[in-house]
C-alpha cells in the first residue's frame, strides 16, 4: 500500500472558517490541529505537515515530521462548534505511516478485498454520565436500569439532542434507551463499511462527551467507572460481504464462511482482548456476575458466550462479538479482529466450544469437556497472549512493537502504583490510578 488514495473530490466549505484535522493516536483518542479553511483544498492533495514525535504510539523526536492528508469522504461540519472536520491519513514522507491507525485498519483491510470480501461492522457502544463534585465521588444523575423511561432516566432529552446532531457528522442513529447501571446509556447507530464504522465510532465518542459537557455532565466510556455496577461495553455486530451479497448467510443459519470466520477469533481471543481491551480497568469488566463474556465459547442467542449469533438471520445474518469495550481503538480493534477472522476463513477452521446454555452457570469440569478457555484475566496476561499470537501482530504490522512496548510501560505503572497502596493485582475495585487516567479520555 504505497498511495491511498481519496475517495472524492474535495468538497466545498459552506460555513466553516476553520477545519479540524483529527487523526487517532494508539489509545484511538483523537487528536488534530485546526487550519484555515482555505486551506482545505491544500490538505487534500499535499497534505500538512506536523511533529508527531508527543503523539502516544508515534515515533520518537528523532524522526517526527509527518504529514496529515485529509480524505474529503469524511468531511463534516460541527454545528454546535461553527467549524468543519476531516478525518485522514498520516504520512511519512511520501509513504503511509506504519503507525497510523487508520491506515492499518485500511490495509488489512486491502487485504480482506483480495480475498474477495469486504467487511460491515455495527458497534454498541455504552456510556455514563456524571456530574463530578470536585472528588472521585462521582455523583450519580439518576437512578433508572435497564429500558427505564421518563422520570427514571433523566438523560431522555440529553440522548435526543445527541441523535439530532448525530446526521451532521455522518451517523444514522437507530435506538436510544437506558442501560442496565444507574446513569447508563446506549445509542445505537447504523452499521457500515468497516473504515467508516470506525471512524463513525471516533465521532460519536466525541459528540457524547461535547454536548453532555455542553449541559454540565461529565460522559465517560472508561469500561468500569464505578465498582459494582454494570461495565461499558461495546459489542460488535460483524458480517463480510462478497459483491454486496451477505457471505455469512447459510440455507439454515451461518454460512461456513461465517463458521471458520467465528473459528479464527475464538482462536486468537485471548490475544485479540489486549486490543479490543486495552486497559488495565478493562479487565474490571470482564467478571463474573455481568453480561460481559468472560468464557471462550459461541452460540445461537446466547448471550453469556463471546461470540453471539442473533436470530435474525437470512440478508442481517451476522454475529455479535461481546467482549469488546469502548476504550479500544477502533482501528486497531477492527483490524485485528478482521485478520483473526480471516485467518480462520484461509485455514478452514471449525468453532469449538458451542454451547446454549448459560455458560456462568456451568461447573469447571463441564467447561472443560466443551473446549471452554478463560480470556485473560488482566492486561498483562492479555499482552503475554499477544506475544504469543503471530496473525493478531500481523494486523498490527510494524506498529505492534510501539503498541506492546505502550501497554507494557502502562501495566508496570500500575503494578507500581498497587505496590505502593499494598493492593493485590486480583483487586476488582475501580482504583483512583485507573480514574485519573481512563475517566476523561
Known sequence: MNEIAPVVEATTIKNAKFLQLVFVDINGVPKGMEIPASRYEEAVSDGIAFDGSSIAGFQGIEDSDLVFKADPSTYAEVPWEGIARVYGYIYKGDKPYWADPRGILKRVLDELAKEGYSAYVGPEPEFYLFKKNGTWELDI?????????????????????????????????????????????????????????????????????????????????????????????????????????????????????????????????????????????????????????????????????????????????????????????????????????????????????????????????????????TLPENLGEALDALKKDKAVQEALGSAYKNFITYKENEWESYLTYLEAKNLPVETKKVTEWELERYFYI
Open 141 to 373: 444523575p439518576d437512578h433508572g436500569g435497564y429500558f427505564d423511561l421518563v422520570t427514571l432516566d433523566k438523560a431522555r432529552n440529553l440522548k435526543r439532542e445527541i441523535a439530532l446532531y448525530m446526521p451532521a457528522l455522518g451517523l444514522v442513529p437507530e435506538l436510544l434507551h437506558h442501560e442496565v447501571g444507574r446513569a447508563q446509556h446506549e445509542i445505537d447507530f447504523r452499521f457500515s463499511e468497516a473504515l467508516k464504522t470506525a471512524d463513525n465510532i471516533v465521532s460519536f465518542k466525541y459528540l457524547v462527551k461535547a454536548i453532555a459537557e455542553l449541559h454540565g455532565y461529565h460522559a465517560t466510556f472508561m469500561p468500569k467507572p464505578v465498582y459494582g455496577f454494570p461495565g461499558n461495553g461495546m459489542h460488535l455486530h460483524i458480517n463480510l460481504s462478497t459483491g454486496g451479497e451477505n457471505v455469512f448467510m447459510g440455507e439454515d443459519g451461518l454460512s461456513e464462511t461465517a463458521l471458520h470466520f467465528i473459528a479464527g477469533i475464538l482462536k486468537h481471543a485471548k490475544a485479540l482482548t489486549a486490543i479490543t481491551n486495552p486497559t488495565v480497568n478493562s479487565y474490571k469488566r470482564l467478571v463474573p456476575g455481568y453480561e460481559a463474556p468472560v468464557y471462550i465459547s459461541w452460540g445461537y442467542s446466547n448471550r453469556s458466550a463471546l461470540i453471539r449469533v442473533p436470530t435474525f438471520w437470512g440478508k442481517s445474518a451476522r454475529i455479535e462479538y461481546r467482549c469488546p469495550d469502548p476504550s479500544a481503538n477502533p482501528y486497531l480493534a477492527l483490524a485485528a479482529i478482521l485478520k483473526a477472522g480471516l485467518d480462520g476463513i484461509k485455514k478452514g477452521l471449525e468453532p469449538e466450544a458451542y454451547v446454549e446454555t448459560n455458560v456462568y452457570e456451568m461447573s469447571e469440569e463441564e467447561r472443560k469437556s466443551l473446549s471452554i478457555e
